[in-house]
């Protein structure tokens, strides 16, 4: 079945950097446009960014542009988030998603998604 | 880019019907089609409810549905059941080139 796994969260200090990933299997991982997606506890769901199936067009929102930057290796399934001048409030769980957009179709919507993984900003 | 606009809460009894409501502006949810809802269950991961405004990915309920009118776009859950208590959150496409949620919706079943 088609699974996405992240890893790479855990506790950081203010300023430092981190490196999510997201290992994608049972999809042809290279077929799909990609999302990072963030929850801050007890808040609500936060979209970071996007990423195109090729891996050559990346959109982010105001709130981690210039900081957060996102890629993709299509040889060996997985998704990265590089994140760096990490800030308190960027304490979160982070969440990769799997979009129905891509060569085969031009429907939108985030179909699959990971567990999470916990990224806690603090000294 | 500033979130869409849910209420906080809604409630309903079993077998009712509940809309909640998510409203933008023609920047985005008034500008295209690129629509959808998440459901998200305590302590569990979103799942797709609802995509491209309307379209119902394979295994969802038909007693879900969207609807979209100018900025504003709706989810409908009908025939209310005690596991559809969660939150729900709508998300847009922007004509900034970005996607943004709308703040959630906590259901409450009665």
């Known amino acids: 079945q088609v699974q996405l796994v992240e890893s790479g969260g855990g506790v950081v200090q203010p300023g430092r950097s981190l490196r999510l990933s997201c290992a994608a299997s049972?999809?042809?991982?290279?077929?799909?446009?990609m999302h990072w997606v963030r929850q801050a506890p007890g808040k609500g769901l936060e979209w970071l960014t996007m990423i195109s199936y090729e891996g050559n067009d990346k959109l982010y929102a105001e709130s981690v542009e210039g900081r957060f930057s996102v890629s993709r290796d299509n040889y060996k399934n997985t998704l990265f988030l590089q994140m760096n001048s990490l800030r308190p409030e960027d304490t979160a769980v982070y969440y990769c998603a799997k979009d129905y957009y891509g060569p085969g179709s031009h429907d939108t919507g985030m179909d699959v998604w990971g567990q999470g993984t916990m990224v806690t900003v603090s000294s | 880019q500033s979130a869409l606009t849910q209420p906080a809460s809604v409630s309903g009894s079993p077998g009712q019907s509940i809309t909640i409501s998510c409203t933008g502006s023609?920047?985005?949810?008034?500008?295209?089609?690129?629509v959808s809802w998440y459901q998200q269950s305590a302590g569990k991961v979103p799942k797709l409810i609802i995509y491209d405004v309307a379209k119902r990915p394979s295994g969802v309920s038909d007693r879900f549905s969207g609807s979209k009118s100018g900025n504003m776009a709706s989810l409908t859950i009908s025939g209310l059941q005690a596991d559809d208590e969660a939150d729900y959150y709508c998300h847009s496409f922007t004509s900034s080139t970005t996607w943004v949620f709308g703040g959630g919706t906590k259901l409450t079943v009665l």
């Open positions: 023609t920047y985005d949810i008034g500008g295209h089609d690129h």
């Open positions: 049972g999809l042809r991982f290279s077929n799909y446009v």
